[in-house]
């Protein structure tokens, strides 16, 4: 989803911020530090500009902690990321900075389509830091996206994905990590992504469990969340689930957004065409005037909003 991508690059942009301006607790603030004042005298008390209201503020404990995060920080591969992540939290076990690195590692890993691996960093992102919205609807978009009628646990990953995508919603305004200077603008789309994927999870969850009264209530939140970047994605489960309520003139509407939104020749377009014409015919059908035999069933609930792009990495994005 586009929106993955905008929080992908806001988060990143982020962490590499904090990774840069990160300070010991015996020195100055992680976040929202002043620059010295022009004369100022070296080493004096500077004034600190404080955090704005709810937004948290990541200390390192000491000189070497923040040296071993940033060292870990800095590696690309997300194998020697997770390594390095692991090694950290094992020797800074109450460091306010585990979270940051699993979440890289989380991110890098989904740039290569591991789900697995997302969800496994996800996890340990959550649970160094469990209310931070990022880790949160990563993991629940990809337990989302991955999980089959033939899982074994798919009851459990359902109800796993379900839990944190209605804490990253919860957590939204308190539990982001973001350098105090942070643009609000892009703070707000970063919000506004994360909220798009963890309610559009939450559509996908009911989907799969065959509660569509539910689904369109979650996937009209996701909608109305992505307003200035329509997602063809979530306009096409939104039909999947009006239809199989039979609400076939609101099914319709959606799947034609969905073929709007959606990019020219793409799988997402294809799919929204073939729940476009089955629609109309349909309601043809049903009109005093039509004469086509309607379909007898709706298509499977999950059958075409996953079959479309995925939504996590985000590792679905997402």
Known sequence: MKATAILTAILVSA????????????????????????????GAAQTQTPPPAGQKVLQAGSQEELKAYQDAFALTDPDKLEA?????????PNSQLRASLYIRAMNLYSQSNNTDKVIDCGRKAIAADPTNPI?????????????????????????????DAQAAIDNIDTGLVLPANADPARVEGAKRSILTMAYDTLGMVDLSKKDFSGA??????????????????????????QDNLKQYPQALDA??????????????????????????????AQSPSGSAAPPTTAPPAGAPPKSAPASTSPSNPH
């Open 15 to 42: 962490l590499a911020s904090f990774a840069q301006t990160t300070t010991p607790q015996n020195q100055a603030p992680a976040q929202g530090a002043t620059k010295p004042q022009s004369g100022a005298t070296p």
């Open 135 to 163: 880790p949160l609807v990563q993991v629940a978009s990809a337990l989302s996206e991955s999980t089959h009628e033939t899982d074994l646990d798919r009851e459990q990953r359902l109800a796993e994905a379900a839990k």
């Open 84 to 92: 390095a992540a692991n090694d950290f939290s094992t020797k800074y």
């Open 255 to 284: 799947a034609n957004k969905a073929v709007q939104y959606s990019k020219d020749g793409s799988q997402a377009q294809n799919l929204a065409k073939m729940q476009q014409a089955r629609l109309q015919k349909l309601i043809a």
């Open 216 to 241: 369109v209530t979650n996937l009209q939140q996701a909608i109305s969340k992505s307003a200035g970047n329509p997602e063809a994605v979530l306009y096409l489960r939104l039909s999947v689930a």
